[in-house]
């Protein structure tokens, strides 16, 4: 059996890689971030800053929590919590991104708990990926204004499945039947989570049509979140970071190359070459690693350090299932020379965790020390 992906077509990979001059190094500085933001689809100069609605608010114990939502432009309305610290501030700010998971009903919830605490449904997720509790609630405890938002496709601002269409119900039925189920017996969510995963390549094929990107689109609306966090009275707006596993983690790469405004970022389960992807660990990955062009620029390392000597915390996972050991190791490696050639080898911090791909209590510790340390009042 063949355990690659194109199989006989493996050849192609070299072939393309070496007629199309694909993952150059590319170093840290003005010229990769203006090549990523051309990429990315980022106007120069930004567009304009979305107005946000308070929609709710709510305590639980020291923590002051608020549902915010705002336009993105198009589509449904985005929908975020806000999570800070009682008192007046100000203090640093957080965007918490979500992960990809193939869970697109929920969103933020993911991660945040909001007014009515945690979502029964996504108990299972949690315990496997965040040791069972929302971390974004915990880290606002930590001193923080965190800001979790739906992304691009998610919760919010989900698109529209069409449940009744003869492909929808044989699809749905097929998915039961793989676990021993009715169509009947599954809740709206797994529903909706079912036939998301070939909603994302239709709505890819669109953003070509269109000249975008399903990364570009997520970077986008990143950026306007961002915005909106450092434009709140309680926000440092000289001390704003960010944080994400998996499909969070890219998020942050790209937030991150796309705007100076990022002081502090840690990326969790998703750093790897890219050419090591090939082959093997492309299929298990989303549209959102792969905006066209960006393996013209330079490799995924390359973009995840163009903002230095800004600092970052990468967490490894040795067991990872999505991510191969040795491009996990040639990122870091790659990390940590561009790093030390600006001379600032201290501001690219990385742990390699024991396990598989998840960000759990521990790691979790270490990301708030780390971000406690960069964009807290005294930090460098």
């Known amino acids: 059996m063949n355990d690659t992906d194109l199989g006989a077509y493996?050849?192609?990979?070299?072939?393309?890689?070496?007629?199309g001059g694909l993952f150059?190094?590319?170093?840290?500085?003005?010229a990769t971030q203006r090549r990523v933001r051309e990429i990315l689809d980022v106007p120069d100069p930004e567009e304009e800053s979305?107005?946000?609605?308070?929609?709710?608010?709510?305590?639980?114990?020291?923590?002051?929590?608020?549902?915010?939502?705002?336009?993105?432009?198009f589509g449904p309305r985005t929908e975020a919590y806000v999570l800070r610290p009682q008192g007046p501030g100000p203090f640093p700010g957080v965007l918490a991104l979500h992960d990809h998971a193939n869970v697109k009903y929920y969103g933020k919830e993911k991660i945040a708990d909001g007014p009515d605490g945690p979502v029964p449904e996504l108990a299972r997720l949690r315990d496997k990926f965040y040791g069972g509790r929302a971390f974004a609630n915990h880290l606002a405890r930590r001193g923080f204004v965190v800001l979790a938002h739906d992304a691009f496709m998610w919760g919010s601002r989900r698109f529209p499945v069409d449940t009744r269409s003869e492909a929808s119900r044989n699809q749905l039925e097929a998915f039961a039947?793989?676990?021993?189920?009715?169509?009947?017996?599954l809740p709206e969510s797994e529903k909706y989570d079912a036939l998301a995963r070939q909603l994302e390549h239709t709505v890819a094929k669109y953003c070509s049509l269109l000249d975008t990107s399903i990364a570009a689109r997520i970077c986008r609306e990143d950026r306007i979140a961002l915005g909106y966090l450092r434009s709140r009275p309680d926000v440092d707006t000289g001390r704003t970071g960010c944080v994400g596993l998996s499909g969070g983690g890219a998020r942050a790469v790209l937030l991150r190359a796309v705007t100076g405004d990022v002081r502090a970022a840690v990326i969790t389960g998703m750093m790897s070459s890219f050419q090591a992807l090939l082959d093997r660990h492309v299929a298990s990955h989303s549209w959102m690693l792969f905006p066209p062009g960006l393996s013209r620029i330079g490799d995924w390392p390359d973009i995840a350090a163009c903002r230095a000597p800004a600092p970052i915390l990468v967490q490894y996972l040795k067991g990872d299932e999505l991510?191969?050991?040795?491009?996990?190791?040639?990122?870091?490696?790659?990390?940590?020379?561009?790093?030390?050639?600006?001379?600032?080898?201290?501001?690219?911090?990385?742990?390699?965790?024991?396990?598989p791909h998840r960000f759990d209590i521990p790691m979790q510790e270490e990301a708030f020390g780390f971000l406690a340390r960069w964009l807290t009042p005294g930090a460098r």
């Open 10 to 19: 493996g050849d192609w990979l070299e072939l393309a890689c070496r007629q």
């Open 24 to 30: 150059p190094r590319a170093v840290p500085g003005a």
């Open 50 to 73: 979305f107005v946000p609605v308070l929609c709710h608010s709510w305590q639980d114990g020291g923590l002051v929590g608020e549902v915010v939502s705002w336009s993105a432009g």
């Open 177 to 185: 039947a793989a676990q021993g189920r009715q169509v009947r017996e």
């Open 323 to 355: 991510l191969p050991a040795s491009g996990m190791m040639a990122a870091h490696r790659r990390l940590a020379e561009h790093y030390t050639a600006i001379g600032h080898p201290d501001c690219y911090s990385s742990h390699f965790v024991d396990g």
